[in-house]
């Protein structure tokens, strides 16, 4: 079997937050928690940062992370975290690294533990799965949407409201994590393919970090649970 190898995605290039993966939180760079937390996960056995700045390459190396180049042409606006992976398992394989699984990591979701990371590859293994997304699950989710005619429902009649207990249970991808083959993501150039599982997390592991505000409540939600300890 394989190594468990985590991959973070972190360009230098930010609109949204201006430096967004080096913004402190809870103490540390964004960036770093999320290292952190991989290399605190048993199943995993080493930790890649893939980047263009050479600044959070440096920071990566100094929270105990690998670090991987990556040409600007996979790091504008346009580039897709896939591109990113791919190069990265091109970079493992060079290096005679053999995964056997990837867990690809957004450092803008730092809001996870460990055993969310362990159990979901555990989950990989356990029911033979080729790629896995971290979800939480959404309950009175009534979706709208502006329509030709005005403010119109998406997913449910307003008219004939279902009780919540007769409402099926939704789930958000959340972002936080995926763990795929590297098979899967070369055939599919896709983090998802296959047979498709779940992580569920906690409904407060749902927010990611995309403005200031949400950096904001980001951290007060990880000094909270007591998740900024690591």
Not at 17 to 37: D, F, H, M, T, Y
Not at 102 to 126: C, N
Not at 146 to 174: C, T
Not at 195 to 206: A, I, L, P
Request: charged residues 25%.
């Amino acid at each position: 079997m394989g190594e468990v190898v985590a991959v973070i995605p972190a360009r230098g290039g930010s609109k949204g937050v201006p430096g967004k993966n080096l913004r402190e939180v809870c103490g540390k760079p964004l960036l770093a928690w999320s290292i952190l937390q991989a290399k605190a996960a048993e199943l995993i056995s080493s930790v890649w940062v893939s980047s263009d700045s050479t600044e959070i390459l440096g920071v990566a190396e100094e929270y105990g992370a690998h670090g991987i180049e990556r040409p600007a042409e996979l790091a504008g606006d346009e580039a897709s975290s896939e591109s990113a992976w791919l190069h990265s398992l091109d970079h493992l394989t060079l290096h005679k690294i053999e995964a056997d699984l990837i867990v690809g990591m957004q450092a803008t979701s730092p809001i996870r533990e460990p055993t969310d990371l362990d159990l979901g590859i555990a989950k990989v293994r356990e029911e033979g799965l080729d790629s896995l997304l971290s979800v939480v699950q959404v309950q009175d989710h009534f979706v709208w949407r502006i329509g030709a005619n005005g403010p119109e429902p998406v997913n449910y009649d307003f008219q004939s409201r279902k009780r919540r207990q007769l409402i099926e249970p939704r789930y958000l991808e959340n972002g936080s994590f995926y763990v795929f083959t590297p098979e899967i993501l070369r055939k599919f150039e896709n983090r998802i393919g296959g047979r498709v599982g779940f992580h569920v997390m906690e409904r407060h592991k749902m927010f990611q970090i995309d403005s200031v505000e949400e950096a904001e409540l980001v951290e007060k939600i990880m000094y909270g649970f007591h998740m900024d300890k690591l």
